[in-house]
């Protein structure tokens, strides 16, 4: 805003930085850290619209309201494609770990707690519960980590074709992944 003031005002070239303040705080902040400089950046710019006009300086109407409108209008669609990036890069970062997990050294079991650790982690729920169909012994097995017992994932749970049949119903208002 400063630049701008020393070189025009409203016509200076110096308008697109805020377009780039808005694309590094959303990157590094997240969504509602770029939220707030592109509205930072709109009041920023029509205080300095205002100040073109006090100095008497050359003021193009058409220009600063064009100018403004893109800010209201590509501001909020950059901080949401930045947005997009961090999620997907969490999201590949969670599946980079889990395939460095699946390791056959540890064990099924304990990859499998593990993975769900960190399903888990990743999607701050409270308990992360798996069911598999055990076909060894016939039935249903039950494993669940949560915030307080992590590593109870690791280790297998008989439970009844019943319970199995009432946990397997998808609930609304649970995340049910099959």
């Given at each position: 805003?400063?630049?701008?003031?020393?070189?025009?005002?409203?016509?200076?070239?110096?308008?697109?930085?805020?377009?780039?303040?808005?694309?590094?705080?959303?990157?590094?902040?997240?969504?509602?850290?770029?939220?707030?400089?592109?509205?930072?950046?709109?009041?920023?710019?029509?205080?300095?619209?205002?100040?073109?006009?006090?100095?008497?300086?050359?003021?193009?109407?058409?220009?600063?309201?064009?100018?403004?409108?893109?800010?209201?209008?590509?501001?909020?669609?950059?901080?949401?494609?930045?947005?997009?990036?961090?999620?997907?890069k969490r999201r590949l970062a969670l599946l980079r770990d889990i395939t460095r997990l699946s390791n056959p050294?540890?064990?099924?079991?304990?990859?499998?707690?593990?993975?769900?650790?960190?399903?888990?982690?990743?999607?701050?729920?409270?308990?992360?519960?798996?069911?598999?169909?055990?076909?060894?012994?016939?039935?249903?097995?039950?494993?669940?980590?949560?915030?307080?017992?992590?590593?109870?994932?690791?280790?297998?749970?008989?439970?009844?074709?019943?319970?199995?049949?009432?946990?397997?119903?998808?609930?609304?208002?649970?995340?049910?992944?099959?």
């Amino acid at each position: 805003a400063g630049l701008m003031l020393c070189s025009g005002g409203t016509n200076s070239l110096f308008f697109y930085g805020f377009f780039f303040a808005i694309l590094a705080a959303s990157f590094h902040g997240g969504c509602s850290v770029g939220r707030r400089v592109a509205l930072a950046s709109a009041i920023l710019f029509t205080l300095v619209g205002f100040a073109t006009v006090l100095a008497g300086w050359d003021f193009a109407l058409n220009r600063f309201l064009l100018r403004l409108s893109f800010l209201l209008a590509l501001g909020p669609m950059l901080v949401y494609w930045a947005g997009l990036e961090l999620a997907i890069k969490r999201r590949l970062a969670l599946l980079r770990d889990i395939t460095r997990l699946s390791n056959p050294r540890f064990g099924v079991d304990h990859t499998l707690g593990s993975i769900m650790e960190r399903l888990r982690a990743f999607y701050d729920a409270e308990t992360c519960v798996l069911i598999m169909l055990d076909q060894a012994r016939g039935g249903h097995s039950l494993r669940s980590a949560n915030r307080r017992e992590p590593e109870r994932g690791v280790g297998a749970k008989q439970i009844g074709e019943d319970l199995a049949g009432q946990l397997l119903r998808e609930p609304k208002a649970l995340a049910v992944s099959a």
